[in-house]
C-alpha cells in the first residue's frame, strides 16, 4: 500500500546559512546533493554534485555516499557505500551540513546534542570539530591537524592506521613522501599531550611499531 504524505520520512536541515527547516522525502529513492540535477539540492560548495542517495528497501530505509569528496558521516562515523537508517539518524554531508532523518510516521524528531558515541570516553562532536575526553571539552579547541588525526582514529576505533592513511588525511595536498616520520610522529605526540591535558592515567594512541598508530578509546 503506497505510504500517505504523514507517513513518508523527512529530513531535518541544519546549517549556518538558513534556519532550520524540513523537505519531506517524496520519493523511494532520492538524491541529495549541490547539483540541481538531484531530487533534493544544497548549496552548499563542500558537498558534491550527487553528495548521497537515500532509498526505501523493503519497508527500511538507507542511506549510501556516492563517492562523494568531502565524506558523509552517520551518527559521527564516516561511511562508505550503503547503511540502513533508523528514526532520528544524524547525516552530516562534509562536515558542513547535518540532516536529520525522521522516519515514516514519526511525529518528532529525536534529539542529538550531546556528541557521538556516548559511551566512550573519547567523543567527538564531527559538525562543529569539537573533541572531548569524558565530559571536558578539549579547550582550547585542537588544531587542524591534531583535529584531522583524532577523527582519523575515532572513526577506526581499534584499527590500526597505517602512516600513509594518517598522511592522506591530515595532510591531503601533500605528496605521500613530502611528509617525514619526524612529522608525523611530532603531530601524534603534541596529540597525546592534548589529551593528557585533560587525563594523563590513559594512553589513548598506541603506536604499533612498523603499522601506524590506533586509538584505544574505552568505554566511561
Known amino acids: 500500500m503506497p505510504e500517505s504524505a504523514s507517513e513518508r520520512p523527512t529530513f531535518i536541515i541544519h546549517d549556518d546559512k538558513s534556519p532550520e527547516h524540513e523537505i519531506e522525502m517524496q520519493l523511494d529513492s532520492?538524491?541529495?546533493g549541490r547539483g540541481d540535477e538531484c531530487d533534493i539540492t544544497i548549496h552548499e560548495r563542500q558537498i558534491s554534485r550527487q553528495h548521497i542517495r537515500v532509498f526505501k528497501q523493503d519497508?527500511?530505509?538507507?542511506v549510501e555516499d556516492l563517492e562523494?569528496?568531502?565524506?558523509?558521516?552517520?551518527?559521527?562515523?564516516?561511511?562508505?557505500?550503503?547503511r540502513r537508517l533508523y528514526d532520528g539518524d544524524e547525516i552530516h554531508l562534509a562536515l558542513a551540513v547535518r540532516l536529520q532523518f525522521i522516519g515514516s510516521g514519526a511525529t518528532a524528531p529525536l534529539?542529538?546534542?550531546?556528541?557521538?558515541?556516548?559511551?566512550?570516553?573519547?567523543?567527538?562532536?564531527?559538525m562543529a570539530r569539537r573533541v572531548f575526553v569524558g565530559n571536558t571539552e578539549i579547550n582550547p579547541p585542537l588544531s587542524p591537524p591534531q583535529y584531522r588525526l583524532v577523527e582519523l582514529l575515532f572513526n577506526n576505533s581499534g584499527r590500526i592506521c597505517t602512516r600513509d592513511e594518517v598522511v592522506s588525511t591530515v595532510w591531503p595536498d601533500a605528496l605521500s613522501d613530502g611528509v617525514s616520520e619526524q612529522a608525523i610522529d611530532a603531530l601524534v605526540r603534541r596529540l597525546r599531550d592534548r589529551l593528557a591535558e585533560i587525563e594523563q592515567d590513559w594512553q589513548y594512541i598506541v603506536t604499533v611499531r612498523g603499522h601506524g598508530f590506533r586509538l584505544d578509546n574505552p568505554d566511561n
Open 59 to 62: 519497508d527500511q530505509y538507507f
Open 68 to 82: 562523494s569528496k568531502n565524506g558523509t558521516w552517520l551518527n559521527g562515523t564516516q561511511i562508505h557505500g550503503v
Open 30 to 32: 532520492v538524491v541529495i
Open 111 to 126: 534529539t542529538h546534542d550531546a556528541p557521538a558515541v556516548l559511551t566512550s570516553r573519547i567523543r567527538i562532536d564531527p
